[in-house]
């Protein structure tokens, strides 16, 4: 019994070792081409004897062999296969029966008196369908049978028992016995003979083993018998009673099951890199995604693509949100439209939403779930934590994905959610609506001598031209158009052709807008609107509200600037989004067996699909590049269900900063670190520290850049010294940067005085715009999750850096480190340098976008270290930027503004914006890009801590960190 299932192809089963992969097609046995059971059936699944049950391969014979018979002296010799046989009249022979289906092979072992029970059913299966019982069910499997498989049924040969004394006897049992079921099976009753071999069984312990209980390195797994007739398994914090017959079948299972876990379970067991659950894997398809825009298409297209599965687990979900802009095909590539399609063709769609504090959060994740569970029955939607039953109240799930067919997975920073779509302009103003001209011709290159045909429709009654085309939803201000034009046949003449955007016709008029060029539905005329109701935002001037009302605006965008989003993601396919797949099933398998109104047949526990058929893609994201990929998490009891809390993201960025040679380029959310081991746990900016001093004493050129908010993206007035929660996270963030012992300038200061400043710089995000006749300006939200080491390794993710993302036990996150394996030729201090292909790519784009390279050629970004690009580039930008707005706005937050005294003076002095604005625009015109310096001195004479008797003063310290 001990080789039961350690005999099983395991290719469907997910137990495959790496060096043992194939590259067949999931749960297929394809002699003749026609034999294939989806995966999706694990969703359909019913009774082993339903006449519907789909459990074998239509055109895959299940064949048995008697390949040995084992008969022993004593009781216990039967578990030690080293001891010789010897024939005995006390004990009875022990028949071992192989049995093959496709590509799956079992082997089990029966006594006489088993095939005499075998007999006895037949038999009286014989009898039973020649009897016409007045009842359906019986008169249509009597239909189903054919009469001449009843007559040709065939039947145990007399004499025989369990005690067989001479080797003839056995013999000759065995050859009759193997006869019987090789007959059996012949006329298709499959399921007698495999109920009867227990074979079913078998296979549901296999799924069980791996699927419910994830063997880890931190909790041992182990198969007790606890019991005479019990086998208890026990792993991570779940535990399964089996109850057996006998105990010699406990006994059997036992080494079966830990047999077959120790030749299949590597990839589970072993310590990986990082303490990470998931393993490497070489050769992944791979793309980064800067901003929403191309995100959210390729998440789109992909989506459109799904076969069997979806999921997708955010932060925040808002189900009314456009994935391609500007809306000029009706509601097709509306999220909530796009899952309700793919359900209605099949598709199970699981959606994990994180259960906010109402009182602290107004993210309705109570009205995204009822939106989406409205949509279709085969869609459904989990929250978590319950903040009672648990005791969590402080952390969050923070893990942004979108997972397709376990084949495709997005991860990064971009929810799904309002605000976060953004291109490389990060425009301030869109008061645009929408107007489409459908060009003849397009064809033949856009030629500009080709007649048009417009056809001339508003934004609130446009038409798609798809089959499922319905109106446009009605957005408050759309009638207020303005008089701009601008035509997508005007790019396409003028080359602006990158995959990223495409800009408005002018760079100074930020407020228009055009069409994707992949959507291939005409020319755009006129102002185009990319930010309907609420979606349009600027949180730190007014958090969201009414989030049921989705295309009602709650801000007046013409009077105030939108706050533009700066954020990174990735995707990956085969094996290491099976990882994330694995991850995301984990989470919800533990969701439903904490939640009791989950346990219920509606929702289903989820099953990975095995690493072995992973390479075998039905859909890949264009343009990728293959990397060797690695899956990291923040993960604890709270949040997956697991004993030991993994950190393996924190463990990962610490490694990185410390090996790597030339250069770091960090852009984050948060920037909170520098371990006290009071306040502060995360060893991040101790990390940065390390290696600035070690390169400072080596006498060798390194840079770290970090960019991140200007402002924390807490709602509150920064002209009065912001809201308390505002203040709070600005505290702990200047903490990290500048300010008391632990931060990492007065560190550095330490070793080097002031010579720190060629190895660090500190940087937010600004642009500017005119909205209604005068000139605007808005800091741009850094929500990215990145860091770039050498351009040769890349960490993206939804892990900010702090101890909520960092530490593992506080906000669930996930991230994936991609280590490139194509290089290209670089540069780096001036010296020819073998860049990853991924890596160097991804930060260009960052670098050319933040710096203005885009718009102006002269500026070079190619070599990240050396001084002419460090001092003369990004220094002098930054700080020449920097300089402009606070001569032309004296906007906040700047490091002219110390204290609360001097914030009234600053405010009571007007900007050249209102007092010269020509000359305003004749500076605003030297601005480069959006790069500016972080004002590191803002408010640095007063306490940033929230004041005694505020609700924020209430809760711990571990809220803001």
């Known amino acids: 019994m001990s080789d039961t299932v350690e005999n099983l192809d395991t ?28 995966f999706s059936a694990v969703y359909r699944t019913v009774g082993f004897k339903e006449t519907e049950a789909q459990v074998y391969l239509n055109a895959a014979p299940v064949t048995a062999k008697i390949l040995d018979v084992e008969r022993f002296t004593r009781a216990p010799d039967r578990f030690n296969m080293s001891k010789h046989r ?7 022979a022990v028949f071992k029966i192989e049995l093959k289906h496709g590509n799956f092979t079992w082997i089990v072992k029966r006594k006489e008196k088993h095939f005499m029970d075998l007999h006895r059913e037949l038999v009286r299966y014989k009898t039973l369908m020649r009897i016409p019982l007045p009842t359906r069910s019986h008169t ?102 089996l109850k057996f017959t006998s105990y010699r079948h406990a006994r059997w299972w036992g080494q079966a099951i830990e ?46 693509e799904a076969k069997e599965e979806i999921f997708i687990t955010d932060w925040w979900l808002s189900p009314e949100i456009f994935l391609k802009r500007p809306v000029v095909e009706g509601n097709r590539w509306r999220l909530d439209w796009i899952l309700k399609r793919k359900a209605r063709q099949g598709v199970r769609i699981f959606v994990m939403l994180y259960k906010e504090v109402e009182l602290a959060l107004g993210i309705n994740s109570e009205y995204s779930k009822r939106t989406l569970m ?94 499922d085309s319905v109106d446009l939803p009605k957005l408050k201000g ?16 003028r080359g602006l052709h990158h995959a990223d955007s495409i800009s408005s016709i002018d760079s100074t008029n930020k407020s228009g807008s055009v069409h994707s060029l992949q959507t291939g539905v005409g020319e755009l005329m006129g102002n185009t609107r990319f930010w309907h109701g609420k979606d349009y935002c600027n949180f730190v001037y007014k958090d969201w509200v009414q989030l049921d009302k989705p295309f009602d605006d709650f801000i007046d965008r013409y009077t105030t600037p939108r706050m533009p989003w700066h954020d990174i993601s990735s995707v990956v396919h085969g094996k290491a989004a099976r990882d994330v797949a694995r991850h995301f099933i984990q989470r919800w398998n533990f969701t439903k067996i904490m939640k009791p109104k989950y346990r219920s047949l509606t929702y289903p526990f989820l099953l990975p699909k095995s690493h072995s058929t992973a390479n075998d893609l039905k859909y890949q994201v264009p343009d990728c590049v293959q990397t060797k990929v690695q899956v990291l998490r923040s993960a604890a009891d709270w949040s997956a269900g697991i004993k030991h809390h993994e950190e393996s993201i924190h463990n990962a960025y610490i490694q990185v900063i410390a090996k790597s040679k030339h250069f770091i380029y960090i852009e984050n ?138 530490l593992g036990k506080r906000d669930s996150e996930v991230a994936v480190i991609f280590e490139d394996s194509e290089t290209t030729p670089s540069v780096m201090d001036g010296q020819e340098y073998q860049a990853g292909k991924f890596a160097l790519q991804l930060r260009l784009e960052c670098f050319k976008t933040i710096l203005g390279a885009f718009n102006d050629p002269t500026i070079d970004v190619s070599d990240p270290i050396s001084n002419g690009f460090y001092k003369d580039v990004w220094m002098s930008i930054s700080g020449r930027n920097a300089t402009i707005y606070d001569k032309v706005f004296r906007c906040l937050p700047s490091s002219l503004v110390r204290n609360k005294q001097e914030l009234m003076s600053f405010q009571s002095k007007p900007g050249l914006d209102k007092e010269n604005p020509v000359k305003a625009q004749e500076l605003l015109e030297k601005i480069r890009g959006f790069l500016v310096q972080f004002p590191l001195e803002f408010l640095s004479e007063e306490n940033l801590m929230p004041s005694v008797g505020t609700k924020e003063a209430m809760v711990p310290t571990e809220i803001w960190t």
Not at 13 to 38: H, K, M, Q, T, W
Not at 86 to 92: E, L, N, T
């Open 478 to 493: 759309i009638g207020r158009t303005r008089k701009t034009r601008f035509s997508l046949y005007h790019h396409i003449q």
């Open 11 to 38: 290719r469907d089963l997910g137990f495959s070792d790496a060096e043992d992969e194939s590259e067949e097609v999931d749960c297929e046995f394809n002699p003749s081409g026609v034999s294939r059971i989806p």
């Open 669 to 806: 959310q948060f920037f909170i670190s520098c371990a006290d081991n009071k306040h502060v746990y995360n060893k991040i900016g101790d990390a940065i520290i390390e290696r600035i001093i070690r390169a400072h004493k080596e006498k060798k050129l390194f840079r770290v850049y970090v960019v991140t908010p200007l402002l924390p993206g807490f709602e509150g007035d920064i002209s009065t010294g912001g809201g308390s929660a505002l203040q709070a996270v600005m505290h702990f963030n200047y903490r990290t940067m500048n300010r008391g012992e632990y931060s990492i300038i007065a560190q550095l200061k330490k070793e080097m005085d002031d010579q720190w400043m060629n190895y660090i710089s500190i940087c937010g995000l600004r642009t500017h715009a005119e909205l209604e006749g005068r000139l605007v300006t808005e800091l741009i939200y850094v929500h990215s999750k990145l860091l770039i080491a050498d351009d040769n390794t890349v960490i993206i993710g939804s892990a900010n850096i702090n101890d909520r993302s960092m």
């Open 259 to 304: 047999s077959f876990v120790r030749k299949h379970g590597k990839a589970f067991l072993r310590t990986h890199r990082f303490g990470s659950f998931a393993r490497e894997e070489e050769n992944i398809p791979s793309k980064w995604y800067v901003n929403g825009k191309t995100y959210m298409e390729d998440v789109a297209n992909a989506l459109e």
């Open 86 to 92: 010897s024939v005995s009249k006390a004990m009875p």
């Open 374 to 467: 409205r949509l279709h029955p085969d869609i459904k939607v989990m929250r978590h934590p319950d903040h009672v039953s648990s005791s969590v109240y402080l952390w969050a799930h923070h893990e942004k994905i979108v997972v397709i067919d376990q084949s495709v997975a997005f991860v990064g920073g971009i929810d799904l959610a309002y605000g976060r779509w953004d291109d490389r302009e990060h425009r301030l103003t869109d008061v645009g609506s929408v107007t489409r001209c459908v060009a003849q011709g397009m064809e033949q290159g856009l030629d500009s001598s080709t007649p048009r045909k417009k056809v001339s429709t508003s934004g609130n009654s446009s038409r798609s031209m798809v089959d």
């Open 140 to 241: 249509e499997r009597r239909k189903s049978i054919k009469r001449s498989e009843v007559r040709q049924m065939p039947a145990l040969p007399r004499g025989g028992g369990d005690e067989l004394a001479r080797e003839e006897q056995v013999s000759s049992r065995r050859v009759s016995h193997s006869n019987m079921l090789t007959a059996v099976l012949a006329l298709d009753h499959k399921h007698c003979v495999c109920e009867w071999q227990n074979l079913h069984g078998g296979c549901c312990i296999s799924f069980w083993v791996n699927y419910s209980f994830y063997p880890n390195r931190n909790v041992p797994y182990k198969c007790l018998s606890q019991f005479v007739d019990n086998l208890c398994v026990y792993v991570f914090c779940r535990k399964l009673v």
